[in-house]
């Protein structure tokens, strides 16, 4: 990594991010505008510093287009929210392609089991209508764990961090 402490300011103030993702969306199923264009919008910084080619930010677009793209469907469908949607699309601009894979893995696995807890509590409570899974909550673990095992883990030679 190029950067150094410039590229590290940039993953605290993503993972920030992430975390004030969740809690809003948990908070108020709603994940703000002005914080999925933050993040966006910061990419780019994160490509300078790290040393991404041309060729590599050419990577990240057409992952974030494909993820993008997906997503829409799954929204219009009724399947996810706009707020996660923006959330994945803004992610897809930071995260290499493995690891961005491993992000799509984790989120699902984590978006199972918050959805049959949310289920469970809706179902408990004999609520009628919808059950409103904040998906926010598994993104955002999802996206911590991504940066902690791609950019700490060469920072952890005792391999905590896996």
């Known amino acids: 990594m190029q950067g150094g402490l410039i590229t590290y300011a940039l993953l605290a103030a993503l993972a920030t991010g992430l975390l004030v993702a969740a809690f809003t969306d948990m908070r108020r199923r709603e994940i ?27 990577i990240q677009f057409a992952i974030a287009l494909a993820t993008f793209a997906v997503l829409v469907g799954l929204f219009a469908l009724g399947l996810m929210g706009g707020g ?13 392609p493995f690891w961005f894979l491993k992000l799509i893995i984790f989120m699902a696995l984590a978006g199972g089991v918050l959805t049959l807890i949310v289920a469970g509590v809706h179902y408990a ?7 409103a899974v904040p998906y926010g909550v598994a993104i955002s673990p999802a996206g911590l764990w991504v ?8 920072l952890d030679p005792g391999g905590i961090l896996g």
């Open 32 to 58: 703000d505008n002005w914080l999925t264009a933050a993040i966006a919008c910061g990419a780019p910084l994160f490509w300078l510093t790290s040393g991404l080619t041309l060729g590599g930010v050419g």
């Open 84 to 96: 996660d949607v923006k959330l994945l699309t803004a992610l897809a601009l930071w995260i290499e």
């Open 125 to 131: 409570r004999k609520r009628q209508g919808k059950v």
């Open 147 to 154: 940066l902690a095992s791609q950019h700490l883990a060469p």
